[in-house]
């Protein structure tokens, strides 16, 4: 059923695990756990489902941007319960938002160095991560 769903999505982003560890005890868990609190089909989908879940502040670190996606969009996207889940949306609550210190400068001072303006600048992981020499480095990534 969807609201099964839901709710291991959210346990499994959060708290959860498919499995008892001998952590559990070491804290209350239900201060940190994700909840699904809405679920909604999806227009024309018999099979679809739009789950609504929020997450409290305390289970984030502060000013990391790291940590907030891998707890949200970490493992859970291969939970064999699910055949597929996507996330549609994110809203990040201003008291969150405002721990984030932000860059110690602006964007027009990394379009300077690059000499590149008028366009999105883009990043991405070169593969193999590990491995290559500083010169291939350079080679792959220019």
């Given at each position: ?110 379009r300077d160095k690059l000499n590149k303006y008028g366009r999105p600048l883009l990043g991405c992981t070169i593969k193999p991560k ?13």
């Amino acid at each position: 059923p969807p609201e099964e769903a839901g709710a291991a999505v959210a346990a499994e982003s959060s708290t959860g695990t498919w499995t008892t560890v001998w952590t559990d005890g070491l804290t209350s868990l239900d201060r940190y756990k994700g909840r699904c609190y809405h679920i909604e089909p999806v227009a024309g989908e018999e099979t679809q489902f739009i789950a609504y879940v929020a997450y409290p502040l305390d289970l984030f670190e502060e000013g990391s941007v790291t940590n907030m996606f891998t707890s949200i969009v970490g493992n859970v996207f291969g939970f064999k319960a699910l055949r597929a889940l996507r996330l549609e949306d994110l809203r990040i609550p201003t008291a969150y938002v405002k721990t984030f210190q932000g860059p110690p400068h602006g964007i027009q001072v990394e379009r300077d160095k690059l000499n590149k303006y008028g366009r999105p600048l883009l990043g991405c992981t070169i593969k193999p991560k590990l491995g290559l020499s500083a010169k291939n480095y350079g080679r792959a990534v220019y």
